[in-house]
């Protein structure tokens, strides 16, 4: 089992910035592909950004390119969303998700492990 625990949400005014960070821990060699998805009230659960198990490779959604990077430190276990430039259209609950092999996916479907989730909410 693999647990995920985010933290770092918070309210911000618009074009400001936010760190998120997630912990992973359990039965995992640090080698699986992570992503950030979002959830706004009302809406589906969307994809944000991914990296790949070794880090060399990342993904991210048109709406966050540019103003968002996803890293992560397989020392610490842990992967961070940095986030610039905010906008109350980024308003939505942050999880962080963790999938079984090393390779990017957008799906949520593709990711078996989630976190609890972070409120970020951006005031405009």
């Known amino acids: 089992q693999v647990q995920l625990v985010e933290s770092g949400g918070g309210l911000v005014q618009a074009g400001g910035s936010l760190r998120l960070s997630c912990v992973v821990s359990?039965?995992?060699?640090?080698?699986?592909?992570m992503a950030w998805f979002r959830q706004a009230p009302g809406k589906g659960r969307e994809f944000v950004a991914a990296?790949?198990?070794?880090?060399?490779?990342?993904s991210y959604a048109d709406s966050v390119k540019g103003r968002f990077t996803i890293s992560r430190d397989n020392a610490k276990m842990t992967v961070y969303l940095q986030m610039l430039s905010l906008k109350p259209e980024d308003t939505a609950v942050y999880f962080c998700?963790?999938?079984?092999?090393?390779?990017?996916?957008?799906?949520?479907?593709?990711?078996?492990?989630w976190g609890q989730g972070t409120q970020v909410t951006v005031s405009s």
């Open positions: 998700a963790a999938r079984g092999s090393y390779g990017i996916v957008r799906a949520v479907e593709g990711y078996n492990y």
């Open positions: 359990g039965r995992t060699d640090g080698s699986s592909a």
């Open positions: 990296i790949t198990g070794g880090g060399g490779g990342t």
